[in-house]
């Protein structure tokens, strides 16, 4: 009978504990410390932000990143069906060996698309890796960005410079953006935040 009440009592307790944990971490997944602005322009086109959050590594803030949008969406499937451009907007918030981060993007398109779909936009895919390679480190506080536009492809930017002509399409932008939104994401907490979900 001991064990049993010991067990009653320290259940509800470590429910509660965990509930908070995760209050606790959806809000510091909203709370960026980058001003993202709640509307820019690509090629002519108002977006808006969708969403914004912190990307964390155990306990460490690794990036700040904002997703805009031509309107607003809150699940993956919308966003990916969504028209029009859209952007990804990054702040380093510690340094990032610019090898690392290349081959961690890649890591994430390969944990959230079929295989083959990897393999088909191979080309574009090294590209990504190329353009951070190039760099030794993202500084913190340095921002970068991976903007598409339909009938162009994806441009990568480094501090507000793009990295170079477009590349790949819809379907290889969408192997992007699952990166953050798709099944296995990057950080669950930041996927909500950009999808809006945060505040559910």
Same mark, same amino acid.
């Given at each position: 009978?001991? *064990? /049993?009440?010991?067990?009653? !009592?320290?259940? &509800?307790?470590?429910?509660?504990? *965990?509930? +908070?944990?995760?209050?606790?971490?959806?809000? %510091?997944?909203?709370?960026?410390?980058?001003?993202?602005?709640?509307?820019?322009?690509?090629?002519?086109? #108002?977006? *808006?932000?969708?969403?914004?959050?912190?990307?964390?590594?155990? /306990?460490?803030? @690794?990036?700040? +990143?904002?997703?805009?949008?031509?309107?607003?969406?809150?699940?993956?499937?919308?966003?990916?069906? $969504? #028209?029009?451009?859209?952007?990804?907007?990054?702040?380093? *918030?510690?340094? +990032?060996?610019?090898?690392? +981060?290349?081959?961690?993007?890649?890591?994430?398109?390969?944990?959230?698309?079929?295989? =083959?779909?990897?393999?088909?936009?191979?080309?574009?895919?090294?590209?990504? /890796? =190329? !353009?951070?390679?190039?760099?030794?480190?993202?500084?913190?506080? =340095?921002?970068?960005?991976?903007?598409? @536009?339909?009938?162009?492809?994806?441009?990568?930017?480094?501090?507000?410079? #793009? %990295?170079?002509?477009?590349?790949?399409?819809?379907?290889?932008?969408?192997?992007?953006?699952?990166?953050? @939104?798709?099944?296995? &994401?990057?950080?669950? $907490?930041?996927?909500?935040?950009?999808?809006?979900?945060?505040?559910?």
């Amino acid at each position: 009978m001991i *064990l /049993i009440r010991t067990h009653a !009592i320290r259940t &509800p307790f470590a429910a509660l504990t *965990l509930g +908070l944990a995760l209050i606790a971490g959806a809000a %510091q997944a909203a709370q960026t410390t980058t001003r993202f602005e709640p509307m820019l322009q690509v090629q002519g086109t #108002p977006l *808006l932000l969708n969403g914004a959050g912190t990307r964390f590594k155990a /306990i460490f803030k @690794v990036y700040d +990143l904002g997703l805009y949008t031509s309107k607003k969406v809150g699940t993956p499937e919308e966003l990916i069906a $969504l #028209p029009g451009p859209k952007r990804l907007q990054f702040t380093a *918030l510690r340094d +990032l060996p610019g090898t690392d +981060l290349g081959r961690l993007f890649i890591k994430g398109m390969s944990e959230n698309s079929p295989k =083959e779909m990897v393999q088909k936009h191979t080309l574009s895919a090294t590209r990504l /890796i =190329e !353009i951070f390679s190039g760099r030794s480190k993202m500084a913190a506080g =340095e921002t970068f960005a991976m903007e598409f @536009v339909p009938g162009k492809g994806t441009t990568f930017y480094i501090l507000g410079q #793009p %990295q170079g002509e477009p590349v790949g399409d819809a379907e290889f932008f969408a192997m992007v953006l699952k990166i953050w @939104v798709g099944d296995a &994401p990057a950080d669950h $907490l930041l996927k909500a935040a950009l999808l809006g979900r945060d505040k559910e």
